[in-house]
T-cell receptor, first 115, second 114 residues
Framework: SAVISQKPSRDICQRGTSLTIQCQVD?????MFWYRQQPGQSLTLIATANQGSEATYESGFVIDKFPISRPNLTFSTLTVSNMSPEDSSIYLC????????????FGPGTRLTVL | GENVEQHPSTLSVQEGDSAVIKCTYS??????FPWYKQELGKRPQLIID?????GEKKDQRIAVTLNKTAKHFSLHITETQPEDSAVYFC?????????????FGKGTMLLVSP
């Protein structure tokens, strides 16, 4: 299975600021995914990050608010821009298993609190 | 797009009992159905999955069944233990030549009492 790490693990930010979350995978993968999990809720896909092309955003999420970078096959960043308290959530990245391309594994998440 | 409904939202059982969580999906083209377990403060962990060419899959105390005609699939946990207490999420996607995204159910909080 893919081993995925994220930084930071948690942060407390002031409204109006931005935070960049980093995600590292231990193997090369074509696609990486960013999810949001609000307290007590399910996982909602924000965007799919493809290496070498623009990220694909899901309905309700826009690039200006959640810009994504994918500079290589093992790394991606998600920025939460101009934050408000409504952005307080856990942000998780995920990637498929390189061998099977089926199973999807998650990073440990970044717990974001916006004051 | 795909829509996944999951029931119940909470489930309380006594240790040793069985637990069943059910999900339905809307897109008949979906062909891959994983289940994730998420303990408090932890990442979701893939515990079992099933593909549409299979009706049932078992792994020790857990099993998943799939009814393609009815578009529903279920997670069965036998001989539950307190460490099974967690939130369980079902998901659905379409696997083909490319990779398709997962659509998750809303989750079931399972509480196993000693």
């Amino acid at each position: 299975s893919a081993v995925i790490s994220q930084k930071p693990s948690r942060d407390i930010c002031q409204r109006g600021t931005s935070l960049t979350i980093q995600c590292q995978v231990d193997s090369q993968v074509t696609m990486m995914f960013w999810y949001r999990q609000q307290p007590g809720q399910s996982l909602t896909l924000i965007a799919t990050a493809n290496q070498g092309s623009e990220a694909t955003y899901e309905s309700g999420f826009v690039i200006d608010k959640f810009p994504i970078s994918r500079p290589n096959l093992t790394f991606s960043t998600l920025t939460v821009s101009n934050m408000s308290p409504e952005d307080s959530s856990i942000y998780l990245c995920s990637a498929p298993d390189r061998g099977t391309y089926n199973e999807q594994f998650f990073g440990p998440g970044t717990r974001l609190t916006v004051l | 797009g795909e829509n996944v409904e999951q029931h119940p939202s909470t489930l309380s059982v006594q240790e040793g009992d069985s637990a069943v969580i059910k999900c339905t999906y809307s897109d008949s083209a979906s062909n891959y159905f994983p289940w994730y377990k998420q303990e408090l403060g932890k990442r979701p962990q893939l515990i079992i999955d099933i593909r549409s060419n299979v009706g049932e899959k078992k792994d020790q105390r857990i099993a998943v069944t799939l009814n393609k005609t009815a578009k529903h699939f279920s997670l069965h946990i036998t001989e539950t233990q307190p460490e099974d207490s967690a939130v369980y999420f079902c998901a659905a996607s379409k696997r083909g030549s490319g990779y398709s995204t997962l659509t998750f159910g809303k989750g079931t909080m399972l509480l196993v009492s000693p």
